[in-house]
T-cell receptor, first 114, second 112 residues
Framework: DAGVIQSPRHEVTEMGQEVTLRCKPISGHNSLFWYRQTMMRGLELLIYFNNNVPIDDSGMPEDRFSAKMPNASFSTLKIQPSEPRDSAVYFC????????????FGPGTRLTVT | SQQGEEDPQALSIQEGENATMNCSYKTSINNLQWYRQNSGRGLVHLILIRSNEREKHSGRLRVTLDTSKKSSSLLITASRAADTASYFCATDGGTGGFKTIFGAGTRLFVKA
């Protein structure tokens, strides 16, 4: 298996632009997680899905952030409009379950908003 | 908010020495996991210990869990330069709900 796939790996955009991050989870995994990692705040859970349904989005910082999972093999995290403070590394992870299962992380998308 | 707090924040040792990292958490849990992150990479799962377990081993890794003290430790024996990475504990279940919450991590540097 190729593991969790994220694209793009790097994104540089200007403030106010829309940014879309993409994730393909490991086949057969029914849970998907979006995290954001910064030096100041560490690794934060933004949202997670189980069987394509959003279960907990309390970590989504603002209405500018939205996430979708239209099917079991694809998810997007969108930021509109983007701001410099959104600069971070965004990780997608998938898991065979929600609690008590190891999570498999993708390589991350490094987002820079200027 | 972070549930787990790793200690120390950074650790530098010589190759061949043992490295011990600690994690403390605030609420009851069902499971505690340890992950490793190499620079510029995603996290990699190392080991999971359930709340009814006290110790687990995996290769050169030994994890202990003390639920009465709400703490866990990760021991890496006979460290290698390749062990240089950040190590995170993550908790889920219990009063924290179904979320997996990661600590701030310990940065380990193993000198060759």
């Amino acid at each position: 298996d190729a593991g969790v796939i994220q694209s793009p790996r790097h994104e540089v955009t200007e403030m106010g632009q829309e940014v879309t991050l993409r994730c393909k989870p490991i086949s057969g995994h029914n849970s998907l997680f979006w995290y954001r990692q910064t030096m100041m705040r560490g690794l934060e859970l933004l949202i997670y899905f189980n069987n394509n349904v959003p279960i907990d989005d309390s970590g989504m910082p603002e209405d500018r952030f939205s996430a979708k999972m239209p099917n079991a093999s694809f998810s997007t995290l969108k930021i509109q409009p983007s701001e410099p403070r959104d600069s971070a590394v965004y990780f997608c992870a998938s898991s065979p379950g929600t609690v008590g299962y190891e999570q498999y992380f993708g390589p991350g998308t490094r987002l820079t908003v200027t | 908010s972070q549930q787990g707090e790793e200690d120390p924040q950074a650790l530098s040792i010589q190759e061949g020495e043992n490295a011990t990292m600690n994690c403390s958490y605030k609420t009851s849990i069902n499971n505690l996991q340890w992950y490793r992150q190499n620079s510029g990479r995603g996290l990699v799962h190392l080991i999971l210990i359930r709340s009814n377990e006290r110790e687990k081993h995996s290769g050169r890794l030994r994890v202990t869990l003390d639920t009465s003290k709400k703490s866990s430790s990760l021991l890496i024996t006979a460290s290698r330069a390749a062990d240089t990475a950040s190590y995170f504990c993550a908790t889920d279940g219990g009063t924290g709900g179904f979320k997996t919450i990661f600590g701030a991590g310990t940065r380990l540097f193993v000198k060759a």
